[in-house]
Every structure is written in structure tokens, then in C-alpha cells.
């Protein structure tokens, strides 16, 4: 059974339903120029009174919420096997360690880089760049309430940063699935919930790597709207003088 939607700004069909906006992905050795006011493609977005007060799909949508929340009572080792058994070709429960990871987003960020072979082109990157020689800028940088990862040489390793990205699924991607012989460290920055505390907006299993940082900016919040937050995240990110970042 098929729910379908009449209207002019509801989706008529579920192909229409499950219809997103394409964006094209490549690999380059610099960063594109802003976009300029002209080049900029207006969007029309046509879902997004579809959960409104008296659409058809909001009790829909509460009965998802409310059923997915039953789950927070269960043990997260208990979930994943129960998952993995339920779903084999996520591969997170299969013999290969390197594509474990906690949700679904780390398995589409994974197929996402082996389709551009996102691996063999951050390594052709770095075999041509200069070592580093920023060590003193690094020294100094600003800390941005994180600690600098430790056990990763700095010389010719790789970067990245996950912003807005907690609990981290896609950072667990980068690093179980990069090269043995690649130096990889990372730094988050994701908005922090008070009312959990902010362990609980990374996985554990990230907060407790040394090469991996938790920034929550200079507010304590991981706000990205507060520029001050960005700014030094940014400093503290490009501390290393790494190779190359992403």
C-alpha cells in the first residue's frame, strides 16, 4: 500500500516521495570558488508542509518517532547484533572490521568514496606536497576547548574535520577505511545538548581515540552560527600544518 498526495506542493507519487536533490561529486586539489549570487540555483523545496498540524503524515510521523524511541531502553551491543542479523548487507556485523560502523551514514559516505576513489586520490595529493614546517604556528594555535591529537605524527598526515557531524558515523568511515600506510587525525564539531552532556554528542568509541579531538568552540555549545566558534575551529584544525585536509 501506497500513500499518495494530491496537491500542487505534495509529492503525487512514491517515486516522487523519495525524490531528492542531486549534487555532483569530485575530487580536486584545491577548493572551488565561491559561488557567485547569479550562479546560485534556486531551489523549491516541496515537502516541507508535509508535517504540518492536520497533513495527513504527521500522526505518521509522531508513531515513527515515538516507536524509534523505544529503543533508547536497549543495550547498544544487544541493538546492533539484533540489527546486523536483521540487516546482513549493512556489513556492519560481517567479518570485515574496516566497515563497522554505528548507523547508516557511515556506509553511504563509504560507498560515496569508493566510487570517486576518494583514498587513491587524498594519497596521490599527499605524495606531492611539502612536508610540514608549521610546527611553531602549531604550537601556538588556538585549543577551542580540545585537546590537539597526540599520537599522530603530524609530518605528512591527512586531516579532516566533521562539522555538524556528531554522533560521528562519517568520521568512523575515514578512519576505518583509510590506507594502512596514511597518518589520519580528525577533529568534530557538533552542536552540544545540555540536557545529555557532551560525551553524548559523539560516539564513544571516537571521544576515547587520540586522534580525534571534540571541539565545542569558544561558547561551549558547538554552535556554527557563532562565527567566533568556526574561526577557531578552523585554527584549530589547521594547527598541524598537515599535508592536506578535507
Avoid at 548487507?89 to 572490521?97: K, M, N, P, Q, Y
Avoid at 552532556?197 to 576515547?208: E, I, M, R, V
Amino acid at each position: 500500500q501506497f500513500l499518495y498526495f494530491i496537491g500542487p506542493s505534495m509529492p503525487r507519487t512514491p517515486a516522487e516521495l523519495e525524490a531528492t536533490v542531486d549534487f555532483k561529486l569530485q575530487v580536486a586539489s584545491s577548493l572551488p570558488q565561491p559561488l557567485s549570487q547569479a550562479d546560485r540555483v534556486a531551489l523549491t523545496d516541496t515537502h516541507r508542509g508535509m508535517y504540518r498540524d492536520g497533513t495527513p503524515l504527521l500522526h505518521v510521523r509522531d508513531a515513527v518517532i515515538a516507536q524509534k524511541s523505544k529503543l533508547d531502553a536497549f543495550d547498544d551491543a544487544a541493538y546492533h547484533h539484533v540489527r546486523d542479523r536483521i540487516f546482513p548487507l549493512a556489513h556492519s556485523g560481517v567479518s570485515d572490521r574496516r566497515a563497522r560502523f554505528s548507523n547508516r551514514a557511515g556506509h553511504k559516505l563509504n560507498q560515496a568514496m569508493t566510487q570517486l576513489g576518494m583514498w587513491d586520490a587524498v594519497t596521490v595529493l599527499r605524495r606531492g606536497q611539502p612536508a610540514s614546517s608549521h610546527r611553531t604556528e602549531a604550537a601556538e594555535a588556538p585549543t577551542c576547548g580540545a585537546e590537539d591529537p597526540e599520537n599522530v605524527v603530524r609530518r605528512r598526515s591527512v586531516t579532516f574535520v566533521d562539522i555538524c557531524g556528531g554522533p560521528g558515523a562519517f568520521s568512523q568511515a575515514l578512519f576505518q577505511t583509510a590506507p594502512k600506510k596514511v597518518k589520519v587525525r580528525g577533529f568534530g564539531l557538533t552542536l552540544m545538548d545540555r540536557h545529555v552532556g557532551a560525551d553524548a554528542g559523539w560516539y564513544p568509541q571516537l571521544t576515547k581515540r587520540r586522534d580525534f579531538a571534540v571541539s565545542f568552540g569558544v561558547d561551549g555549545r558547538g554552535d556554527i552560527y557563532n562565527p567566533a566558534n568556526v574561526e577557531c575551529f578552523c585554527s584549530l584544525a589547521n594547527g598541524g600544518g598537515d599535508a592536506g585536509a578535507a
